[in-house]
């Protein structure tokens, strides 16, 4: 019989339900038990929804508060010695306080940490998790890194789900990988000389996973994937003996791309099965089925885990079914990887175009897919007939749709591509040309400041977004709340004295949404949300067909803001690259040709800003090192087709515009001439968790445009002094020319709330005008 797991479910529930547990624990309303009761019930509907799909494991061990990655931190016993833990505090308020940078039940953003100067640790870094759009906290590592088994929470969450019954897999980050994606914090040291410490500990782990009763553990390596140094792929074989020892049973995980020359060592190490990403990478099958010994088990991802189509299960059993054949009852099924990176649930969604809805699968669907496949293989049909019968017939009827559906494919838009000029891509005249037009046009101080964007999403502005979807508010009351809205966004700027304002963004649900609910082409689901990091979800639109833009997006909020200050005002777009990478994206054509569609609707949203007046317009691409395809031989293709897009998203413009852009939360150095060859005037990125660290490349590369690196860390309540901001300023001077850099936070101000926002941009602004002082 074939067997079908998961390899990991969404954790944040159909309803959001652990966001709203978070933020109410945060703010005080809630205290930890009830937190912990939220978890609980979490997870217990989750393992039920597997078990109903007839998955022959539920997962345990993927869910998480704040981070799986922090849980492993947790787990292992290397939380940061900065962090002054005494061993009172509760390992929830660790934990969060790593997250945060407070304590877990502090209230946020009351001004207490500005008032008294205790301003509490940094969050741990956070990045993307691979090429997803999953921010992970990156462990720190240093020579006097102790690992031991700290953490209950593993062990009970597995006595949790033995007592409703379920047959379970543990899933663990594995120990290369965990090591991989931190940090040295010390010069002269190597992280993987840590690897001889941290067996010992996962060994531990897994004899007591064993004495509970757990047969199989799902021990994720995705850097398998990756190019790795010779050191760390000599490393695997060593220490998967060592773990093998325990005696329990370890399916090593692979995903998100190929093992490509990895593919001989991942076959061989001792272990009892291997997972493989099929569906980014089904070319690696053909070789895995040959490499692989007698004795293991092959779990093939099979269905996508990482978008909402729902399978061609014609097609997909077709070359399941060789696998089948050659490996019988060795052939596990599973999603490519984590469901947690779709929607929890389709059901509900009707107010999507029912043939739209037909073509697609969120996390539960998935679930039911792996079913239909493993009736398929068993011919062990039976009573389930008709439930096999319909779930092929509807993958069968919505793939033949989809392929002849006139909603998907526009000819203008075609037409358009086709036209398009070989150097649509180019600015008219070099940065130092377009730098002396736009400074004696902007007349701006040394250290200019200002922000990424956004700025508070008040309790006003969201009740008079609901209220005017709900249609109990009318067009004119509705823009009449957004203009309150801009206005005290922008009189609060000009009181605490920044340099280039912005419109705060108060009309906006999401920064990519905003757009996708504008332009031809994508569709919007009710509850699709996912998981950014912590409590942070996002509701990916869409993107089906052909893309372009029917009328303009920003200019009118734009322009009323401009109206009311003579200060410069910056135009905020989203761009191409990252429009494309936080959608769920239609997998009928190259990436490449959708992102060129939405670079051509972006840059008529410029040239419409441009003409309005506005002569700052800000493209934001936070997603472009994200998209980087995990093998450098892939690197080159992906940067050519994606720095074109952005390109043109903002070439059309004349000297004296300025386009700006901003990048956050991913490591650019190794893209720096890709990012020098976006060649935006300005660019804003995200260096204060790594205390400017991100910034040296870029002052190694001599980078040669004008550079905002953030001061101060937006995703933290945490309020920095103005000496805190001065010193990474001071930091960021010795590697950057002093007259190309700007003053601003690492991100947008969304999330925050207004006595925080301008406590820290008060700071923000004194910190600049403490550097203009000292040149």
């Known amino acids: 019989m074939t067997t079908i797991h998961t390899l990991g479910f969404p954790r944040i529930g159909k309803n959001r339900e652990l966001k709203f547990a978070l933020e109410k624990f945060w703010r005080g309303e809630i205290d930890a038990d009830t937190l912990e009761a939220t978890g609980r019930e979490l997870r217990a509907r989750h393992w039920q929804l597997q078990a109903d799909a007839g998955l022959d494991f539920v997962s345990v061990g993927d869910f998480a508060y704040y981070d799986q990655v922090l849980n492993h931190i947790q787990l292992l016993g290397c939380e940061p010695a900065r962090f002054g833990f005494t061993g009172q505090e509760t390992e929830l308020a660790r934990y969060f306080t790593q997250a945060r940078g407070v304590a877990s039940a502090a209230k946020p953003c009351c001004g207490g940490h500005a008032e008294t100067g205790d301003q509490g640790p940094r969050a741990l870094e956070m990045t993307k998790w691979f090429d997803t759009n999953y921010h992970y906290l990156v462990p720190e590592f240093t020579a006097d890194t102790v690992f031991r088994l700290a953490s209950e929470r593993l062990f009970n969450e597995v006595r949790e789900a033995q007592a409703l019954g379920h047959k379970l897999k543990v899933t663990l980050l594995g120990p290369l990988t965990f090591l991989f994606l931190g940090k040295e914090k010390a010069a002269g040291f190597d992280r993987l000389s840590l690897l001889d410490q941290l067996l010992p500990v996962y060994g531990e782990i897994l004899v007591r996973l064993k004495n509970q009763g757990v047969e199989w ?12 140094p010779p050191a760390w792929k000599a490393a695997f074989e060593p220490a998967y003996n060592r773990l093998n020892a325990a ?39 053909t070789t895995v089925l040959d ?39 060795r052939l596990w099924i599973a999603p490519s990887c984590s469901l947690q990176h779709v929607p929890v649930d389709l059901a509900g969604e009707d107010k999507l175009d029912p043939e739209l809805r037909a073509w697609l699968a969120f996390a539960v669907q998935k679930l039911n897919e792996l079913g239909a496949l493993k009736l398929a293989l068993d011919q062990d049909i039976g009573a389930a007939d008709l439930a096999y019968a319909n779930a092929f017939g509807a993958s069968r009827a919505a793939a033949a749709t989809r392929r002849t559906s006139p909603r998907v494919h526009n000819p203008a838009v075609a037409a358009r591509l086709a036209a398009l000029p070989q150097d649509a891509d180019r600015r008219a005249t070099p940065f130092k040309t377009r730098q002396a037009k736009q400074r004696a046009r902007f007349n701006l101080p040394a250290f200019p400041t200002t922000t990424i964007g956004s700025f508070p999403q008040t309790k006003e502005i969201r009740a008079a977004r609901a209220a005017f979807k709900r249609g109990e508010l009318s067009a004119a009351d509705y823009t009449e709340a957004i203009q309150r809205e801009i206005k005290l966004a922008v009189d609060k700027q000009v009181s605490l004295g920044l340099d280039v304002l912005v419109h705060g963004e108060a009309e906006r649900n999401d920064m990519v949404e905003y757009f996708g609910e504008q332009l031809a082409g994508f569709a919007f689901t009710r509850n699709g949300w996912v998981q950014s990091y912590g409590s942070r979800c996002v509701k990916p639109p869409v993107i089906y067909g052909d893309v372009s833009r029917p009328t303009p997006m920003t200019v009118d909020w734009t322009v009323y803001a401009q109206s009311l200050t003579s200060l410069p005002m910056k135009g905020m777009l989203t761009g191409p690259v990252t429009i494309l990478q936080w959608s769920f994206v239609r997998d009928d ?76 939360y991913s490591e650019f150095n190794d893209i720096l001439p890709a990012i020098a060859a976006l060649d935006a005037d300005v ?18 590369f001599k980078y040669p445009n004008e550079i905002g690196p953030g001061v101060y860390d937006i995703h933290s309540p945490r309020v920095p002094s103005s000496a805190e901001m001065t010193r990474l300023l001071k930091k960021a001077a010795e590697v950057v020319p002093p007259e190309n850099i700007w003053v601003n936070p690492d991100c947008g101000l969304k999330t925050r709330a207004w006595p925080e926002t301008e406590a820290a941009l008060a700071n923000m602004v004194q910190a600049a005008r403490e550097m203009r002082a000292a040149q």
């Open 217 to 228: 553990v799902q021990m994720d390596e995705p850097i398998l994937c990756l190019d790795l």
């Open 247 to 285: 005696g329990i049973k370890i399916l090593l995980a692979t995903y998100f791309g190929a093992l490509d020359d990895n593919a001989v060592l991942a076959c061989t190490l001792p272990v009892a099965g291997l997972h493989i990403d099929a569906v980014r990478a089904p070319q690696q099958l």
């Open 291 to 329: 490499r692989l010994p007698h004795y293991k088990v092959l779990s093939l991802g099979a269905i996508d885990g990482r978008n909402i189509w729902r399978a061609d299960l014609d097609q997909t059993l077709a070359w399941v079914a060789a696998a089948h054949a050659k490996l019988g009852d």
């Open 589 to 664: 054509q190259p990436r490449s040709d959708t992102a060129l569609q939405i670079a051509l609707a972006i840059r008529d949203e410029v040239a419409d800003l441009e003409a309005a007046g506005i002569g700052i317009i800000q493209i934001d691409e936070p997603a472009i090192r994200e998209g980087l395809p995990l093998r450098r031989g892939d690197w080159q293709d992906y940067l050519a087709w994606a720095g074109r897009a952005f390109r043109i998203s903002a070439s059309g413009v004349r000297d004296e515009t300025q386009i700006h852009t901003h990048m956050c």
């Open 683 to 700: 660019i804003t990125i995200e260096t204060s968790r790594s205390d400017m660290e991100l910034l040296r490349g870029f002052g190694d």
